[in-house]
T-cell receptor, first 111, second 111 residues
Framework: QKEVEQDPGPLSVPEGAIVSLNCTYS??????FMWYRQYSRKGPELLMY????GNKEDGRFTAQVDKSSKYISLFIRDSQPSDSATYLC???????????FGKGTRLHILP | DADVTQTPRNRITKTGKRIMLECSQT?????MYWYRQDPGLGLRLIYY???????NKGEISDGYSVSRQAQAKFSLSLESAIPNQTALYFC??????????FGEGSRLTVL
């Protein structure tokens, strides 16, 4: 079993919808959880960074971690065409760890 | 200027040729990484280095080698390129927070 599983999509939703992107992981030692956003032909950039279980909100984005289920989610409210990108999850044991990514989910927001 | 610079940005080569991809960073970070991205497979870690004297294999190191010439420079070599090494290659750095900063990518095509 790969350490981090993520549905590659593509996921197409209409503008204004709530988007849910998800990852599962197998290593119970993961404590830190990152979401990166990658636009076409660009390098990924950090979008959200959380520690342990719970929710973290930043504008229209909410990251949610359920360590008991080894399940992490990224919610996007009021989705915009500019949110169209690939979203990659990356859990870590410590901030100094090497980073293994999920496959990434391609998201298309339809105007 | 970009914090993480990759050269070349695009390269077409033939099977059996030796190729070097170079990466330099101005972030002052100790940690540097090389990832490969293929459609549907996400970002996969090839090699990583936590300081100048530390080199580690990642998920898919076969067929690749690296050199950490200085804190700011980390190069990836393909000793004898083969077509299934055609991919988009990313260099990245990280500091104490663990956040990765990526270059713009190097697109390699092996004919």
């Amino acid at each position: 079993q790969k350490e981090v599983e993520q549905d590659p999509g593509p996921l197409s939703v209409p503008e204004g919808a709530i988007v849910s992107l998800n990852c599962t992981y197998s290593n119970s030692a993961f404590q830190y959880f990152m979401w990166y956003r990658q636009y076409s032909r660009k390098g990924p950039e950090l979008l959200m960074y959380t520690y342990s279980s719970g929710n973290k909100e930043d504008g229209r984005f909410t990251a949610q971690v359920d360590k008991s289920s080894k399940y992490i989610s990224l919610f996007i409210r009021d989705s915009q065409p500019s949110d169209s990108a690939t979203y990659l999850c990356a859990p870590l044991v410590t901030p100094g760890d090497k980073i293994i990514f999920g496959k990434g989910t391609r998201l298309h927001i339809l105007p | 200027d970009a914090d993480v610079t990759q050269t070349p940005r695009n390269r077409i080569t033939k099977t059996g040729k030796r190729i070097m991809l170079e990466c330099s960073q101005t972030k002052g970070h100790d940690r540097m990484y090389w990832y490969r991205q293929d459609p549907g497979l996400g970002l996969r870690l090839i090699y990583y280095s936590f300081d100048v004297k530390d080199i580690n294999k990642g998920e898919i190191s076969d067929g690749y080698s690296v050199s950490r010439q200085a804190q700011a420079k980390f190069s990836l070599s393909l000793e004898s390129a083969i077509p299934n090494q055609t991919a988009l290659y990313f260099c990245a750095t990280s500091g104490i927070t663990g956040e990765l900063f990526f270059g713009e990518g190097s697109r390699l095509t092996v004919l």
